[in-house]
C-alpha cells in the first residue's frame, strides 16, 4: 500500500482535543485523553462528528500554530490555540 501524502498530520489525540474544543470545552483539552475518548468519545466522534468540517478544522489549527510561531513576543500555549478555535466556531461572522 503507498503512503499518501498528506499536508497535514495529527494525532487522534490532537484531533480530539480539537474537537472538544470547538464542541464548547476549550478549557478541558490539555491532557484530557480520558474524558476525549472515555466519557465524551460518543458525543465527539459519533453524535456531533462531521467529515467535511474536520479538514476546515485542522487547517485552521496549523494556521493558528504557524502564526504564533511566527510571533516571537507572544508566549506560545496550546490551550491558547483551543481557545482561538472556539471563538472561531463560535463566532463565524468576526473577524479574528
Do not use: W
Not at 510571533?71 to 463560535?90: A, D, F, G, P, V
Amino acid at each position: 500500500m503507498k503512503d499518501e501524502d498528506y499536508r497535514y498530520k495529527i494525532s487522534m489525540e490532537k484531533f480530539g482535543q480539537l474537537l472538544l474544543a470547538v464542541s464548547g470545552f476549550p478549557e478541558k483539552c490539555a491532557n484530557q485523553k480520558q474524558i476525549i475518548f472515555g466519557s465524551m468519545y460518543h458525543s465527539l466522534f459519533i453524535e456531533s462528528f462531521d467529515l467535511e468540517s474536520s479538514v476546515p478544522l485542522i487547517e485552521d489549527y496549523f494556521k493558528i500554530t504557524n502564526k504564533y510561531s511566527n510571533i516571537h513576543s507572544i508566549n506560545k500555549m496550546e490551550q491558547k490555540y483551543y481557545y482561538i478555535l472556539h471563538l472561531i466556531r463560535k463566532y463565524p461572522n468576526r473577524n479574528f
